[in-house]
């Protein structure tokens, strides 16, 4: 399974290069942007992230909506975790 995370352009840290650092849930990361049009990769877009490169642009709702389901998802791992050690 793959997953994309959403993530904030925050800065353009190598133009030529096509390195951004992106903001996700606090976490600051470089990723490549080179899957982007020059115009997707600005500060302030949001960007599906999978294996440290933007593979998308997104809207600022769908990326906070997909975050909302990834914490919640985080939420339910850790319940089933504890319910499944507690079988031992």
Sequence with gaps: ?????PGKIIEIVDAENQIAKVDVGGVR???NTGMLN???AQ??????IHVGFAMSKI????????LKLLNEFGQY???FEQFSTSLD
């Design 1 to 5: 399974m793959c997953l994309a995370i």
């Design 29 to 31: 990361r470089n990723i």
């Design 38 to 40: 020059e115009d997707e």
């Design 43 to 48: 500060i302030g877009s949001w960007v599906l």
């Design 59 to 66: 809207d600022e709702h769908e990326a906070q909506e997909t």
């Design 77 to 79: 791992q850790e319940e």
